[in-house]
């Protein structure tokens, strides 16, 4: 399966409004640096240039800034396709260079290259809770992936990460995940050999990103071959925070039962599922549950860790606390992400709502960032670098 040459040109969405349409600029400039001489010229003062695309709220600039490596880091590009998410960016990174749009209608040949390269790629087209389209998704998400496979072959950058969910590895999808490894494993460079030692792996952030959320993210990885000739080193399992730890200290007051009919039926269908289990509303047995999903769709819920955050999950108020008898707060899901609270700058951009589902969209942060710590180590950026999450993870 090559991928595909064509292009479409959707009009940007706008969040704020439903069905309201805004034609965003394809570009914005933001730095007025003289990025041509940087990256032609590699006058770079020992910096790492860094792109994303797909970037939503551009969480792995903020995992680069967590490692300690933000002075070292010129954020060359990202790209979205949301209008209000566009503007999050603008205010929460401020040292960003180039915004683009729609990464289907880029030119990759006039897009800087870049030393690290970032994508996750849209998942609804693979995702179990989705229609199963994979490519031929009709709304072309499913093809985004082919033009950052192409952005890597134009320019081939020295690292790239792409991120995307753990149903992309299931049978039905097969067809499109050997088409992307394939592409990968095929690239030349210069020389005519194979450009990229290419490595792919499952990661849970329950386990390896220390944090109380059952998200498993299929993450693919390269490395120029001639920087480094072994597969990638993952992320080993690191203590998870307690969830106690990422809720609101001043937050302890008992909140009230869900209103809405459907929260009442699942919150009912799960204490009669779960009713042999001693007192489920114990601090020490901590339950969280989803109950916006519907009345088809069984609950997802965990003791002591929360399921998978989702954007519907997030912006429907998160997950609910059985022992608060409450939803999470904001701050809560952003701690749940690994977000330090307060970081992202969303008031002028959106509403709450709409942030909380960019929270359930983005990365977990010390994932990525414990991952692009060891493919940065390993290309030979740095001889060493320190694991700020390897005792856990805590943005409380």
């Known amino acids: 399966m090559a991928p595909p040459v064509t292009t479409r040109k959707p009009a940007v969405s706008d969040s704020r409004g439903a069905g309201k349409k805004w034609k965003a600029p394809d570009v914005v400039v933001l730095r007025d640096i003289d990025l041509e001489r940087v990256v032609l010229t590699g006058e770079t003062d020992g910096k790492i240039l860094f792109g994303s695309d797909c970037a939503g709220i551009d969480i792995a600039k903020l995992a680069l800034e967590l490692l300690g490596i933000g002075n070292s880091i010129v954020h060359v590009f990202a790209s979205e396709i949301d209008f209000a998410t566009r503007k999050v960016i603008i205010a929460s990174h401020p040292d960003l260079c180039v915004l683009y749009g729609d990464i289907t209608t880029r030119d990759n040949a006039a897009v800087p290259r870049v030393d690290l390269y970032i994508i996750g790629f849209p998942c609804q087209p693979f995702s179990v809770q989705g229609i199963h389209a994979g490519i031929a998704d009709p709304q072309g998400r499913g093809i985004v992936v082919f033009f950052a496979l192409n952005y890597i072959q134009t320019k081939l950058p020295t690292v790239f990460i792409l991120e995307n969910v753990e149903a992309l590895t299931h049978q039905r999808f097969q067809e499109e995940l050997n088409a992307i490894l394939n592409f990968l494993v095929s690239l030349k460079g210069p020389d005519g050999t194979p450009a990229y030692t290419v490595s792919m792996s ?34 080993s399992e690191i203590p998870c925070t307690p969830i106690e730890q990422i809720l609101d200290k001043h937050s302890d007051k008992l909140g009230t039962l869900p209103v809405h009919d459907y929260q009442i039926h699942n919150f009912t269908r799960l204490v009669d599922k779960l009713s042999q289990h001693q007192d489920i509303f114990a601090k020490t047995n901590m339950l969280i549950a989803e109950l916006d999903c519907g009345k088809t769709r069984s609950p997802q819920y965990g003791w002591g860790y929360a399921p998978c955050l989702t954007r519907n999950r997030s912006g429907g108020g998160g997950f609910w606390i059985f022992a608060k008898h409450r939803f999470m707060t904001l701050n809560e899901l952003e701690r749940l992400q690994g977000i330090p609270p307060g970081r992202i700058n969303y008031e002028n951009a959106c509403s709450p709502r709409q942030y909380a589902q960019m929270i359930g969209n983005a990365f977990s942060v010390s994932v990525v960032g414990r991952l ?11 001889k060493r670098l320190a694991d700020p999450w390897r005792r856990g993870s805590s943005s409380a």
């Open 372 to 382: 692009t710590r060891n493919l940065l180590v390993q290309a030979g950026f740095f």
């Open 202 to 235: 499952v990661l849970d952030t329950l386990k390896v990103g220390g944090l109380p959320q059952s998200r498993r993210r299929l993450y693919i990885t390269g490395a120029l071959s001639k920087k480094s000739n072994v597969h990638t080193s993952w992320p």
